[in-house]
């Protein structure tokens, strides 16, 4: 045996041996499971024997879906969050500017919100050129629909000369017609294509970086949507970074990538190139360490915009029901497609006009083209009511969750569809009860991607912050959501044979917690460390330490 892990409380989720001492392992697989004298037995001079210390050991998390690349951005972007006033911001990027470590990089805040401010007064261009009028500055606010930049970015950005009225772009003005340096919606996106796209190298280090940061939170498989993390769409240059990643054995947890491909042209170009769901990278023990997973479509917004698709009109806003992002035959066109050619779809849905829209055109493509389960899914899947939830059963299309959500969103639901539809929306005991297939992700970094707080708000559907909960009846069981955040990750990424539950036979991926989730009042879930993530049989984070993982 390569390791034994003993002395442990092993939850397995496998039912036929539901809890055990020890495990264990040779080429990275579990080769037996059962109580400390019987594992410790196989131990040979070579076995490396880990003793857990009685702790509680469950399968390794999954997030089935995530942002990775730009969770890395966002890491490295200066944080505004904490900020208290304008003066502070200023300190913060002055600091920025005299610490960069390429002259004229660009600055980059994140995270400000002038309502924790003592005069809640924005600052505009002309306040941050007082921190540098040469290297191009810009923080957004926390909401992400808004960026403020310097004269010199605006420069970069060939706004300077725009005019009110007459602009096509979504800026803000001064009294006197000028731009005064405010970036709204889609108009942020200039700055993400004046920034480029960095060398490949340099994006190898970031998902690097990312993934020994998402093993550090006890996940050992990522559903992952990257292609856009730059200017426009890298589907080939993200692929080549991470199956070199994998190829090299340097990824420390596998990742499943969500192949973001909004048009017809694109995804033609994309399956013309040959790439398919399941095309995956990586040797030996690191097989499957990088695999193409889904198409990923958007069908619609958000709630908090009044974008996400609704069957009737917002109560707050009764003049909209939301915006489809495509017509129903264009839609269909894209989903025939790529479900003829063998691709699953993942499809970002939040309102139940989207999710209906979705469901129609899923179940047309996969009338038109039978194939054996291929495991399309709806991602957030949040407004429903019963007979929606029941079409989900009955066409076996999955759920992509995100329970953390709750604690943004239960001040805005009931505004937005009124609390009929909002007690039977985010309804993840409906899904169980009726044995949908849901599996749970974070949209980091939309959340943190720790797991522990949102496996807490899947079972207390709190703000985790002690409000009262919302809508109670609506949340799992502990094991429940543990399932969510293991062995329904791996089903939708067709792993569920070789991961997702500790079992014989099945790769050795799992987490050491410091406390048992299943012995402690729920709310404390939250609170919970990882102690230890293994993959492979190989621990690739123990919390005593730095990271262990090296290359
Ligand atoms: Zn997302």
Known sequence: MDQIFFNGTIRTLDPAIPLCQALAVKDGVIMRM??????????????????????????????????????????????LFHATSLSEIMELCAGAVAAAKEKGSWIMGLGFNENNWDDKTLPTRRDLDRVSQNVPIVIRRACFHMMIVNTKALELLGLTGEKQGTTTHRIGFYPDGTPNGFLQEETQNLVQLS????????????????????????????????????????????IQAYRELAEEGKLPIRIYQQCLLRDQATLDAFLDH????????????????????????????????????????????????????????????????????????????????????????????????????????????????????????????MAYIQPIFVRGDMDIVDDCVGPELAATSYNWRKMEDLGIHASGGSDCPAEPFDILPNICCAVIRTDLAGSAPWYPENGVTVEEAVKMFTIEGAYASFEEDIRGSLTVGKLADLVVLDRNIFQIPAGEIKDVSVDMTVVNGRIVYERTQAKTFSI
């Open 274 to 397: 040959g790439h398919r769901t399941g095309e995956s990278y990586g040797a030996g023990l690191f097989r499957g360490a990088y695999t193409l997973g889904p198409l990923k479509i958007l069908t619609d917004g958000s709630l908090g915009a009044n974008t996400a698709v609704l069957r009737k009109p917002y109560r707050n806003a009764p003049n909209t029901k939301g915006i489809h992002i495509y017509e129903k035959a264009v839609l269909q066109k894209l989903f025939d497609t790529a479900h003829r050619n063998g691709m699953q779809i993942a499809v970002h849905c939040i309102g139940d006009g989207a999710i209906e829209q979705t469901l129609d055109c899923l179940e047309t493509a996969m009338d038109t083209c039978p194939r054996a389960n291929p495991r399309h899914g709806v991602v957030h899947c949040q407004i429903t009511d019963i007979p929606l939830l029941e079409r989900f059963r009955s066409l076996n299309v």
């Open 195 to 238: 920034m480029g796209t960095p060398p490949l190298e340099q994006i190898k280090e970031l998902i690097l970086s990312a993934a020994c940061d998402a093993a550090a939170m006890g996940i050992v498989q990522i559903h992952s949507d990257d292609f856009e993390a730059f200017a426009g769409n890298q589907a080939e240059l993200i």
């Open 34 to 79: 059962g109580t400390d004298g019987e594992i410790l037995s196989l131990a040979g001079p070579e076995t490396a024997k880990i003793d857990l210390k009685g702790r509680l050991v469950l399968p390794g998390f999954c997030d089935s879906h995530m942002h990775l690349l730009h969770y890395a951005q966002v890491k490295n972007c200066l944080s």
